[in-house]
């Protein structure tokens, strides 16, 4: 059964390393915030000029001026800081990002992404996403395997325009948990109840099964 938007966030954050500087993209990156594992610390950053990021607010935390770049309003743990976009971006710039998670279109087997615009539809703008995939240290990718239509988004090629190129080297979707490497998506986990053949039937680009491939856990 393929993983809901919440679970998928809980995988991902699995990722998450002590003392991190972390980069949430918009969609279900954001909900990565919700599931950092208890016995570590990790400082998230807001390309608008937010870092120490904090969860979603309840409804007595709400403060209309505490946003993310996704315009929602979040919480500051204790400790954040507060500055300008052009030093959040400096910070991005310069390398100073651990872990960026990032939502796409299309990711491809050379660790091409394409996240940004799909032509002829309106867009607000690509925002921090070119400057973190040249940026930061570690990209995940998460998004669901297919689209509505049920066609893959892990692809030979990406046929959008491209945000990134070479630089995903880890994605995870609502089926399963996969490693870019030497031209070939690697089939690392899968979610609980689908099989290898499921993930097999809906990745488009090249797919590397080795062995028994465990079922993520969530602890």
């Known amino acids: 059964m393929a993983l809901t938007r919440e679970q998928i966030a809980m995988r991902v954050a699995q990722e998450l ?11 279900i990156p954001t909900l990565v915030a919700n599931y950092v594992p208890k016995n570590i610390e990790v400082m998230l950053q807001s390309e ?14 709400v403060d209309a001026d505490m946003i ?33 998670v990032l939502g796409a279109f299309e ?32 990209i995940v990718v998460t998004m669901t395997h297919a689209d509505k239509r049920g066609n893959s988004k892990l692809l030979e090629s990406c046929t959008l325009p491209l945000t990134g190129v070479d630089c995903i080297r880890k994605v995870v ?20 109840g689908v099989s290898v053949e499921e993930i097999q039937q809906k990745t488009a680009g090249k797919l590397v099964v080795e062995g028994d491939i465990p079922e993520m856990k969530f602890e």
């Open 48 to 61: 608008n000029g937010l870092l120490g990021m904090g969860p979603y607010p309840t409804k007595d935390q």
């Open 107 to 138: 990711v491809d087997q050379n660790g091409n992404i394409a996240s940004y615009m799909i032509p002829g539809k309106l867009v607000k703008g690509m925002g921090g996403a070119m400057d973190l995939v040249a940026g930061a240290q570690n």
């Open 173 to 192: 979707t609502d089926l399963a948990v996969m490693e870019i490497k030497d031209g070939a998506f690697h089939l690392l986990e899968r979610a609980p």
């Open 68 to 100: 993310n770049a996704g315009k929602e309003t979040v919480t500051a743990i204790s400790g954040a800081s507060i500055f300008s976009s052009a030093e959040s971006f400096a910070m991005i710039r310069g390398g100073h990002v651990d872990l960026t």
């Open 17 to 27: 390393r002590d003392g991190y500087y972390v980069n949430l993209g918009i969609g």
